[in-house]
C-alpha cells in the first residue's frame, strides 16, 4: 500500500515517492541545548520517530540526521537578541560548550525514556563552522548574499521562491514588520548569515572577520553534508517554519541551484490543558517531571504519538491515565497469548489468520493515510478485541498473534522495558503476569514466571512500587 503525506511546501496531501528506490534520507531538526526539554519540544521529535518507525516497517533503509544547536539560537529574532545559549551559560557562570554538554545529556537521557530511536548522526553546529563558511562564500559568488561591516546577509529578493512554504510574500512581510530595520540590509528581510559581534562568547575566524553564524545558515549546512543536496524528509516543529525553514530553503536551492527537499513534514503546537505552554504558567514539563508525578515512560510516548501530527494536542494528567490503560489492554492480550504459547502446536486457522491480516493490515493502512494515528490505533484495539475472543487457541497461533503484536509495536514503540532494549512481546507478558501473581500473592506461580523468564535468556529486577526492570542477560 502506498503511503500519502500532507506536504507543507505544495499544501496537498501527496504520493511518498523516494529519490533512490528503497531508502530514504530524513532530517529533522533537533535540540537548541540551552535548557532541559520539554513535553512540546518531544511532541515536534517524536513525529520523525513514528515516521521513521513506519518507513522501516514498510521495507525503508532510513537514514535520519538531527542537528544539535549549540550556538547562534537567538531569543527574539533570528539576527536580533541574545544567544540562548550564551544567556544560560552567563546565568550559570560557565562556558557556553559546558552548558550545551549539560542539556545534550538531558536530550539525550529523555529521549532514551521516550524510546526513541537514535538518529544516524547528530551534528552539532559547533563543529561544522568550516562547512557554514564555505556556503556563505558560494552564496557570496553566486550573488545571493552581501557583505557589511564583518556580517553577511542574504538578499531574500534574488530567490524567487522566497515565501513558497511559509506562504508569506516580501510585501506582507514588509508591511508587518515587528522589528526596527537594519540599517545595513538592502531588504527589511534579509537575514545573517554571519554575525560580528565583540560581545558574543563564541568566535570563529572568517573571510569576514571574527564572528558566528548565523541560525538558518546552520541547518542548511549540516543537512547538505550528510544528505546531499537534494534528499526526502526534512521535518520540524510548526514553529520552524518561517523563518528558520523558509530562509533554510533559500539557502540551499540557492547554493546548489536545484530543489533541496521533496517533503516538509511540521507537528502542531502541543498544549497543556487547554493552554498554550509557557514558563510563566509552570507546564514547561520535563519528562523526568512527569515520571516523578508517577507516569510510566511508555504511556507518556503513547500520550505524546496518539494524536495526529496535524493537530494540535491537548494535553493533560488524565490523557496520560488513559494512555497507561490503552497499554494495560495490549498487555493483558499478550498475558493471555504468552500462557497459550505453552499449548499444543499445530496450524493456524483461517480465522486467526484473517484477524491477524485485518489487524496489520487495517494498522498499515491509517498510517499510510499521512499516519494516520487515531486510526491506527483503533486497528490495533480492534485486533486485540477479536484476539481476547479467541477460544482454544494453539501454540502456534499465539505465536503468531503475538508476533503481529511486535511489528505494530516496532512503529509505536511503547512495549519495551525500561532498560531502553527491546524486550520481546512474550518476555513483557510474562513479566506482566509475575507482577499480577505477586500483587496477588501467589508466590510459587511468581517464582515460576521468573523461571520461565530466565530460562529465555532474560533476568528480571525488581523495583519499588510492584514496577521491574527486564535485562537481556549477555549471550
Given at each position: 500500500m502506498g503511503f500519502r503525506l500532507y506536504n507543507t511546501f505544495s499544501k496537498q496531501v501527496e504520493d511518498f515517492v523516494p529519490?533512490?528506490?528503497?531508502?530514504v534520507a530524513l532530517y529533522s531538526c533537533g535540540p537548541t541545548v540551552y535548557s532541559h526539554p520539554h513535553i512540546g519540544n518531544f511532541r515536534s521529535f517524536l513525529m520523525p520517530d513514528l515516521l521513521k518507525r513506519f518507513l522501516e516497517f514498510k521495507g525503508y533503509d532510513v537514514t535520519h540526521v538531527m542537528n544539535i544547536t549549540d550556538v547562534g539560537h537567538l531569543l527574539e529574532d533570528a539576527d536580533e537578541g541574545a544567544d540562548k545559549l550564551e544567556e544560560a551559560a552567563r546565568k550559570a557562570k560557565k562556558e557556553p560548550l559546558e552548558i550545551a554538554e549539560i542539556y545534550i545529556d538531558s536530550f539525550n537521557a529523555a529521549s532514551e525514556m521516550l524510546n526513541m530511536k537514535p538518529a544516524d548522526e547528530y551534528p552539532r553546529a559547533t563543529g561544522h563552522i568550516d562547512d557554514m563558511i564555505a556556503m556563505i562564500e558560494t552564496l557570496i559568488e553566486k550573488g545571493h548574499a552581501y557583505v557589511v561591516a564583518h556580517n553577511v546577509y542574504y538578499d531574500v529578493t534574488?530567490?524567487?521562491?522566497?515565501?513558497?512554504?511559509?506562504?508569506?510574500?516580501?510585501?506582507?512581510?514588509?508591511?508587518?514588520?515587528?522589528?526596527?530595520?537594519?540599517?545595513?540590509?538592502?531588504?527589511?528581510?534579509?537575514?545573517?548569515?554571519?554575525?560580528?559581534?565583540?560581545?558574543?562568547?563564541?568566535?570563529?575566524?572568517?573571510p569576514w572577520g571574527m564572528g558566528f553564524p548565523g541560525w538558518h545558515i546552520e541547518c542548511s549546512a549540516m543537512s547538505t553534508k550528510y544528505l546531499g543536496e537534494h534528499f526526502d524528509f526534512h521535518t520540524g516543529g510548526e514553529d520552524n517554519i518561517f523563518p528558520h525553514h523558509e530562509c533554510e530553503i533559500a539557502q540551499s536551492e540557492g547554493v546548489s541551484g536545484k530543489k533541496w527537499v521533496n517533503y516538509w513534514m511540521h507537528a502542531r503546537f502541543l498544549l497543556f490543558d487547554g493552554e498554550k505552554m509557557s514558563?510563566?504558567?509552570?507546564?514547561?514539563?520535563?519528562?523526568?517531571?512527569?515520571?516523578?508525578?508517577?507516569?510510566?515512560?511508555?504511556?507518556?510516548?503513547?500520550?505524546?504519538i496518539s494524536s495526529h501530527y496535524r493537530q494540535n494536542y491537548n494535553f493533560t494528567f488524565?490523557?496520560?491515565?488513559?494512555?497507561?490503560?490503552?497499554?494495560?489492554?495490549?498487555?493483558?492480550?499478550?498475558?493471555?497469548?504468552?500462557?497459550a504459547t505453552k499449548g499444543d502446536e499445530g496450524s493456524i486457522r483461517d480465522e486467526v489468520k484473517e484477524i491477524i491480516e485485518k489487524g496489520i493490515g487495517g494498522f498499515d493502512e491509517a498510517l499510510c493515510d499521512d499516519l494516520n494515528i487515531s486510526k491506527s490505533l483503533a486497528a490495533v484495539f480492534d485486533f486485540i478485541k477479536e484476539a481476547n475472543k479467541l477460544s482454544d487457541v494453539s501454540g502456534t497461533e499465539a505465536k503468531a498473534m503475538i508476533g503481529a503484536i511486535e511489528k505494530i509495536d516496532s512503529v509505536l514503540g511503547v512495549l519495551e522495558s525500561d532498560s531502553g532494549e527491546e524486550i520481546p512481546a512474550e518476555i513483557m507478558a510474562l513479566a506482566e503476569q509475575r507482577k499480577e501473581a505477586k500483587l496477588a500473592k501467589d508466590w510459587a506461580k511468581a517464582d515460576t514466571l521468573r523461571d520461565e523468564i530466565t530460562a529465555k535468556g532474560f533476568a528480571i529486577e525488581d523495583k519499588p512500587g510492584h514496577e521491574y526492570r527486564i535485562i537481556q542477560k549477555d549471550a
Open positions: 529519490i533512490e528506490e528503497g531508502k534574488t530567490f524567487k521562491n522566497y515565501g513558497k512554504l511559509s506562504g508569506n510574500t516580501l510585501d506582507e512581510l514588509n508591511s508587518g514588520a515587528r522589528v526596527e530595520v537594519n540599517a545595513e540590509k538592502r531588504n527589511p528581510q534579509d537575514f545573517a548569515l554571519w554575525k560580528h559581534d565583540p560581545k558574543h562568547i563564541q568566535q570563529w575566524e572568517s514558563k510563566s504558567k509552570g507546564n514547561l514539563y520535563t519528562i523526568q517531571e512527569l515520571i516523578e508525578k508517577g507516569f510510566k515512560k511508555n504511556a507518556i510516548r503513547y500520550a505524546l488524565d490523557g496520560l491515565k488513559a494512555a497507561e490503560q490503552a497499554i494495560e489492554k495490549i498487555n493483558r492480550c499478550l498475558f493471555t497469548l504468552a500462557e
